[in-house]
């Protein structure tokens, strides 16, 4: 008697095919998905050569309280200044066959396979979005993340940092277990009049 291919089980059974695709990879994005909630994460930007960012690096100095018949101070302010950044893309592709196409259709179809590719490109996508928050700038087609903005040293947007204290990331390395106390010394070294730092970063092993 010959042996059955399958057998009469699986012949005649469907499979318990969950209607949803569990996800066992896209746990990195958590950053990304936080800053996506804050209003001023994104900006739309419709062209140009370069992006030019606007910034105030210096107070003006005329200001003085005086007595009723002291001068004014008139002194020229040079104020303001512009950081450049260039344009970054990132861009993906998924592939499907007409026969994958045709299989994955009519009642067999319990999962929309062109959906689904879709839908984890996108995750995907989400997760290099996720890693070039904290790139160092060292993949030239990456924007530079957070490794490139708390530096003290070098050039960021085109303004170089020595001289520039304003524009010096402020970090803490010491080699201690990490405190809500070292948080707030942070938090309110970097906070300046009307701006704030609005999250805070550190590492796995500090956080445990």
Known sequence: MAVPRVGQIVATTLKALTPTLADNIHV???????????PDFRREMRGGEH?????????NTNSKWQGWSDNYSIAAQDQFDSATFEWRLITSTVQITKEMEVKNKGRAK????????????????????????????????APAGTGAIILTTGTYGGIARSGNTWWQGVVDSTAEVLTVTDMDAVWNSASANRTAPNWLVTTRTLLQ
């Open 28 to 38: 990195g994005t958590r950053t990304l998905k936080v800053l996506m909630t804050k």
């Open 51 to 59: 992006i030019e960012l606007p910034i105030a690096w210096k107070r």
């Open 110 to 141: 319990v999962l929309d396979l062109v959906k689904l590719l879709k839908d984890k490109m996108l995750e995907d996508m989400g997760m290099d979005m996720n890693a070039a928050l904290f790139n160092s700038g060292s993949d030239a087609n």
